[in-house]
Structures are given as structure tokens and as C-alpha cells.
């Protein structure tokens, strides 16, 4: 990790959202908070990608999380923003944990297809659970903030303090997290695991914490999105919202913790912008600009700033 | 009893469908190591071509018995001009790349493709009930049903029988064998091995494309179609064993029955079955029912 000054541009991003924000349109503030809330899930989706994994069922956690925030409000009335994202990620870490064990056996296409798997097993379940709105979903109760429930002009903001707030948090650990032993392992395990295991530490034990954290960021990020929307449906779980998740990594790149956040920032502005041009190609757009970074940016977009520091 | 025969029944349609669904894509993988998301855009291809052709010729006044024939000439034709331009014009220049990232490569293609469809088909729904109808249906017992779903099992038995004939009994085929095993020495030994992989890419499309358009006449033909396809087809091949050709038939056989079993008696469960024996399999067979166990590469 060459950004080493990634801690201050962050605490600068954040100094500009909670400064700007009050200023912006609703509907930026909509796109930033929904930009962070992917950003998170991204921000996991990275961890694993450095070991060279490609998890392409994460909407299991991103939905647990926000399955978890609603049913939270919807049966036990709790509505306090913190708690509600808080439990989304301890929800999601939990099945991470125990869904582990497994996973941290399984290498390349076999961990993506095995995660694909348990994500439309969960796609499954909730489209047939009635008592949780089948495929429709159910509305999610506007969340107060310690309390306190914000004026209605407000809350658009309030929620993107937070989720800016919580966002800043999880990139500093996990950015503290990469250059301990343990993150360091990761290009190691994508470059060649059997040296890793002559080496003495466990590719298992690694990827399976890699793997607990990156379900916590989508659990954290699936709650967040789920009070913003105001609903949550089954289709997050579907495999087309992995693909999302999956896009926006690959075009972020994994080489700083702010790049998840450009990624999906830009991911929405893609989205606004080619679906409100033309909502029947926007798709292809994407489709265009994921080849288009792969094959000349196979780093990321994040690679373009790198380059330049380089130069 | 008679509900032990719905379900067989209904479960071998079902298994019929996915299998040449399916098919193509453990062809695919096992020649050219793809895990091939644009499948489903080309089950979606063929059902549109064969949906808007179809009803244009019968509007036209051709004969409703012709209608097989179009449906099956429709997938050919559509397949055949799009599969080599992908193959060709993008995929060939990703083979060095790692496994997953071409996985990536070909979702960027459904993404594209997905829209290509909109923007040639429109996005309103087709139709075409003729070939559906014509053939009126038969009871068993007291249960009806309709002709046509026979014509899907023989399309399915086709598929299976042509391609393991293609794979044991001609020239392409015994070539094609030899990549599967190893790329490099067939390779050395003088196989044109990227003529091959055109080919694999093109027959593996074509059959996901013959899917599509016999699927046509039953269902509203909706954008988006192709995309339950895709995980469908992932699973049945995943527990079969990817590139594994009776893996895909008992694949197909063993989905189609869990879940023609959980319609009738737990149809709260149709879709998440199918997911729960996919993870089954990988988690106590990683590489699925039929397969080769491979030696860790250092």
C-alpha cells in the first residue's frame, strides 16, 4: 500500500460531504449515501479480490444486513439509526463466520460459484417467506438518530453523516488492517499459497477472517442502503447485485482504500446519467466500460492516479 | 401414486429444458476452461429470433407444421452471427487472462448483450402459442398434457446423443477430445486449436440458442429472459461437474426431479432447493458428481 496518506484524504472526503451536504440537492445526497452504502461492500469485496478471490454471491450479506435492519424495526420497533447498522453487520459477520469454514477451503471459480450458490439459496428462501413480503419485499420504517427523529428536510443528511461517518471508520481499520501480518498475507496468497503454508501461516485462517470481515462491510453497507431506500426485496440477494458489487471492485481497483467509494460514486453516476438518457442501453454502457477497464486498466481506475504519483 | 407420476413427469420435462439449457456451457468450459456467462444472452438470442421469425413467417401464411423447423433454423442463424463475432472480435484476445477474469469478460457481454436485444427486439413482449397448440395434448391418467412438451424431451435426447456422437465418432470430435485433455500438446501436435475454440464457442451458443427457441412457444418471450438461465444452467452443470457431459445429464435429471418434487408437495421451496443441492454438491464434492480429482500445482 503505497497511499500512505490515505488517512488524511479521507478525513478530508469526509470534511467536504458533512460540509457540502447541507448545500446539495436531495438527490445528491441520495446518490452519495447509496454510493457509500456499495462502497462498503466493495471496500470487502477488495479483501478478498487481493487474495485473488472473487466472491460473486456477497449480496447473501449485503441482504442479510438489510433484512436484518428491517425485521429489526418491523418486529422489535427499533428504529435508531447506529444500532440498526450496527446489528446489520453483526448479522452478517455471524453467517460469514459459520459459512467460513467452508468457503475458506475453496480457491477461484469454485469460491465464486460456491458463494453464488448460498446467495441464491437465501434469494430463494425470502422470495417464498410471506410473513417477510415474498418477492415484494416490505417497507422499512424511517430511522431516527439517537433518538432523535431529524425534521423531514433533514434527513437525507443526517443519514449521509453517518453513513459518511461509518464509512470513514471502516476504510481507516481496514487500511490499518492491510499492513498488519495478517493483510499482508493477501497478494501473498494470490502469488502462490503452498510458499504461504512454508512459510507458517494458515491461507485458511487468513482468507476465512478476510472473508468475516469483507460479510461484516456488506452487512454494515446492506443496512444502510436498506434505511435510505426506505424497502428492502429479495433481488438484493439475487446474483445480479453480486454482479454490481463485482463490477464496481473491478473498476475501482485494489489499490487504496478510497477507491471502493470513487468506484461506486462512479458506478452511480453511470447509473443516473445513462439510465436517465437512455434507460434501454445503459446497461450495455457498463458492460462496455467493464471490458474497456479490464483489458486497459487491469489495476482499476485507481491505477490512473497511481501512475501519474509515479510519473 | 398419480402424484408420484405428476411429479416424475413434470420433473423429466423440467430436466429436458435445463439439460439443453445447459449443455453448452459444460461444452464450453470443458474445451475452452470458460465459465460462460453470455449463455443466457444467447438462450435469450434464440428465443427472440425464434419468437419474432416464427410469428412473421406464420403471419405470412406459412404452414403452422413448418414452425419446428423455423424455430430450430432461427437459433442456427442467429448463432451463427453473433457467437463468432464475440468469439472472434473479443474472447480470443482474453484467453491468456486468469479464469475468473474471463468469467468477468463474458458478464461485461451480457451486460452488452442484454441490451443489444432491447435495442433490436424492443422491449414489448412476443408470442407465438402455434407450435404449442398445433400438436393438442394427451391425458395420462387424469392429468393432461400438452404434446409439445414431448418435442422438448427429444430436442433434449437429440442434443445429448448428437453431441457425445460428434465427441466419440468424428474427426472434430476426437480433436476435441484431445484439447480437453491438453491444450499445449494437442497444440504441438499440429490441432488448430484456436479454429477449435470458435467452433466450441459457436456449437456450445448454438445449443444454448436451440434452448431458448423451443422455449419460445411456451412462454411470453420478455426482456431479461435469459437471466434466471444463467445460474439455472451454473447449477446443473456445478453439480454435475463442470465439462462433464453425463455430469450435465445427471445434473439436469437431478434438479428437474427436486424441484417438480418440491412444487407438489413444498412449493415454498421450488427455487431454494435447487441452490441447497448446488451447495451440496460443491461443499462435499468441490468439482462436482463426475469428476477427475486434479493434482495441486506448485
Redesign the interface.
Known amino acids: 500500500m503505497s497511499a500512505g496518506h490515505a488517512p488524511r484524504t479521507l478525513a478530508l472526503i469526509l470534511a467536504v460531504i458533512l460540509a457540502v451536504g447541507p448545500f446539495a440537492p436531495q438527490w445528491i445526497l441520495f446518490l452519495l449515501t447509496i454510493a457509500l452504502a456499495k462502497g462498503l461492500v466493495v471496500l470487502g469485496l477488495m479483501l478478498l479480490l487481493r487474495c485473488?478471490l472473487?466472491s460473486f454471491g456477497q449480496a447473501l450479506y449485503y441482504c442479510i444486513g438489510a433484512y436484518a435492519a428491517g425485521m429489526l424495526g418491523r418486529y422489535l420497533g427499533i428504529r435508531d439509526l447506529v444500532t440498526l447498522m450496527l446489528a446489520g453487520m453483526a448479522a452478517a459477520a455471524f453467517a460469514a463466520w459459520v459459512l467460513g469454514f467452508?468457503l475458506a477451503r475453496?480457491r477461484?471459480?469454485?469460491f465464486?460459484?460456491?458463494s453464488?450458490?448460498?446467495s441464491?439459496?437465501l434469494?430463494?428462501?425470502l422470495?417464498?417467506?410471506e410473513a417477510l413480503g415474498s418477492s415484494d419485499g416490505f417497507h422499512v420504517l424511517p430511522s431516527t438518530l439517537f433518538g432523535v427523529r431529524p425534521a423531514d428536510a433533514w434527513v437525507r443528511y443526517a443519514v449521509l453523516a453517518v453513513a459518511a461517518v461509518a464509512a470513514f471508520i471502516a476504510a481507516l481499520l481496514v487500511h490499518r488492517y492491510l499492513d498488519t501480518p495478517l493483510g499482508r498475507l493477501a497478494p501473498a496468497i494470490k502469488d502462490?499459497e503452498?510458499r504461504v503454508e512454508y512459510m507458517g501461516a494458515s491461507a485458511r485462517y487468513a482468507i476465512h477472517v478476510k472473508y468475516v470481515i469483507a460479510a461484516a462491510l456488506a452487512g454494515l453497507g446492506g443496512a444502510l442502503a436498506a434505511t435510505t431506500v426506505g424497502h428492502v426485496d429479495p433481488e438484493m440477494a439475487y446474483?445480479?447485485t453480486s454482479?454490481e458489487f463485482?463490477?464496481i471492485t473491478?473498476l475501482a481497483g485494489t489499490g487504496s482504500v478510497i477507491a471502493p467509494f470513487l468506484g461506486a460514486l462512479i458506478f452511480g453516476i453511470i447509473h443516473t446519467v445513462a439510465f436517465g438518457l437512455s434507460p434501454?442501453?445503459?446497461?450495455?454502457v457498463?458492460?462496455?466500460s467493464?471490458?474497456a477497464v479490464?483489458?486497459f486498466l487491469p489495476n482499476g481506475l485507481w491505477s490512473v492516479f497511481r501512475r501519474r504519483k509515479a510519473a | 401414486m398419480e402424484q408420484v407420476l405428476a411429479v416424475l413427469i413434470d420433473g423429466i420435462i423440467y430436466s429436458a429444458w435445463l439439460f439443453v439449457a445447459a449443455i453448452g456451457l459444460t461444452l464450453i468450459y470443458g474445451v475452452m476452461k470458460i465459465?460462460n456467462v453470455t449463455h443466457g444472452s444467447f438462450y435469450a438470442l434464440g428465443a427472440y429470433a425464434a419468437a419474432s421469425i416464427t410469428g412473421a413467417l406464420l403471419a405470412k401464411g406459412m404452414p403452422p407444421a413448418l414452425s419446428y423447423a423455423v424455430l430450430l433454423g432461427s437459433a442456427l442463424l442467429v448463432t451463427l452471427i453473433v457467437a463468432p463475432l464475440i468469439e472472434r472480435g473479443?474472447l480470443r484476445?482474453m484467453y491468456v487472462?486468469d479464469?475468473?477474469?474471463i468469467?468477468?469478460?463474458t458478464?461485461?457481454?451480457?451486460?452488452?448483450?442484454?441490451?443489444?436485444i432491447?435495442?433490436v427486439w424492443g422491449?414489448s413482449p412476443y408470442f407465438i402459442a402455434e407450435p404449442y397448440g398445433l400438436l393438442g395434448s394427451f391425458d395420462l391418467l387424469d392429468l393432461t398434457y400438452p404434446y409439445y412438451n414431448l418435442i422438448l424431451v427429444g430436442v433434449a435426447v437429440l442434443c445429448g446423443v448428437g453431441l457425445t456422437w460428434m465427441l466419440n465418432y468424428t474427426r472434430t470430435g476426437k480433436l476435441l477430445v484431445a484439447v480437453i485433455h491438453d491444450t499445449e500438446v494437442s497444440r504441438a501436435m499440429g490441432i488448430n486449436v484456436e479454429r477449435m475454440y470458435l467452433f466450441t464457442f459457436t456449437f456450445g451458443s448454438l445449443l444454448a440458442a436451440i434452448g431458448g427457441a423451443f422455449t419460445a412457444p411456451t412462454v411470453s418471450v420478455v426482456p431479461g429472459l435469459g437471466?434466471e438461465v444463467?445460474?439455472l444452467s451454473?447449477?446443473v452443470v456445478?453439480i454435475g461437474g463442470?465439462g462433464s457431459l453425463p455430469g450435465a445429464a445427471l445434473g439436469a435429471v437431478i434438479v428437474g426431479l427436486v424441484r417438480s418434487a418440491s412444487i407438489h408437495y413444498l412449493?415454498?421451496?421450488?427455487?431454494?432447493?435447487?441452490?441447497?443441492v448446488?451447495?451440496m454438491v460443491?461443499?462435499f464434492r468441490?468439482?462436482g458428481l463426475f469428476s477427475i480429482a486434479e493434482a495441486?500445482k506448485?
Open positions: 485473488g472473487v467452508l475453496y477461484g471459480i469454485f465464486g460459484l460456491l453464488l450458490a448460498l441464491m439459496i434469494y430463494g428462501l422470495l417464498k417467506t502462490n503452498i446474483w445480479t454482479g463485482i463490477f473491478i434501454n442501453t445503459w446497461q450495455m457498463l458492460g462496455a467493464l471490458l479490464i483489458v | 465459465v473479443i484476445f487472462k479464469e475468473v477474469v468469467l468477468l469478460i458478464y461485461a457481454l451480457f451486460l452488452i448483450l442484454e441490451d443489444a432491447k435495442l422491449v437471466v444463467i445460474v451454473f447449477a456445478v463442470l412449493p415454498q421451496a421450488e427455487l431454494f432447493v435447487i441452490y441447497l448446488m451447495a460443491l461443499a468441490p468439482r495441486r506448485i
